[in-house]
């Protein structure tokens, strides 16, 4: 049996692109009591933006860039529509049926809630595939086989952390802890946090923020055991209802240091109207399969 495009890129496509839009596209607000104070105003004469002390400092500062706490926490529901674009792998020749050999474009519309429900829906080619968590169950969907697959119970943690939309809440339970300061190979000046989602098979993720501006500019996730990283980095901050929300992502999947696969997301369009309910209700097949993430 020939391996498709799909079936090489799936074990990798939901952690890339949905914790992509979790952490950046559909970030939203932190629950805090009295107002975050953001970075001094650098036209003030003498005014600097010094390192932060804490985890929780370098977020107030992420929540007033992006909009302040008052607009952040009116958004319940938040729905991005995007072109995907998968780019051809290094040294993969033309025709090579084993690699992606050409860029690949695909669509994507990903929704979220204020109580941790998503869908997903990902078109490339003729392959349609949906991921959805209901606050309870995650599934996965091949829209054209109707073959659905229910993640198992062990991954729950992980599939709310995708699914949550304001993902600053309960700090206290993801205890950030705050790595430093470090550049960026553009020059510019980064504050680190490394964050958990209280899932046992996820060591935690690395979010590095523009001192400059406050706003979320890089992920990484590093698997040491299998010299695995995914990074990522957000750019083409866009106002939309009053917050800031990142208009690209660029990823980057690298195994022992040599790129495997590099991805773009292009935001189309950003809303958050509400959204119905049954969007987020698990599909129904005669036969479901358990599997695991």
Known sequence: MSVTLLDRRAAHLQTRVLRCLAFGLLTTTLALAGCPKGPPDLDEPGAAITAPKSAQELLDRHIAASGGAEALRKLEARTVEARVVYRAEEGCEEGDPDCVWEDEIGQLVVSKTADARMVLRKVLGDDVIEWGFDGENGWRLDVNSQVLVLEEPASKPRL????????????????????GS???EDGRQLDGMLWFAGSADWLGIEMWFDR???LLYEEIERDTENGEDLRRVYSDYREVDGVLVPWLTESVYLVDGLTVDRTEVHVHTVSHRPVAPEKFAMPWTPSPIHGSR
Do not use: I, K, M, N
């Open 160 to 179: 709310r952390e995708d699914a949550l939309l304001h993902w600053y809440f309960d700090v206290d339970r993801r205890a950030p802890v705050l790595l």
């Open 182 to 184: 470090r550049e960026s």
């Open 212 to 214: 400059a501006t406050g």
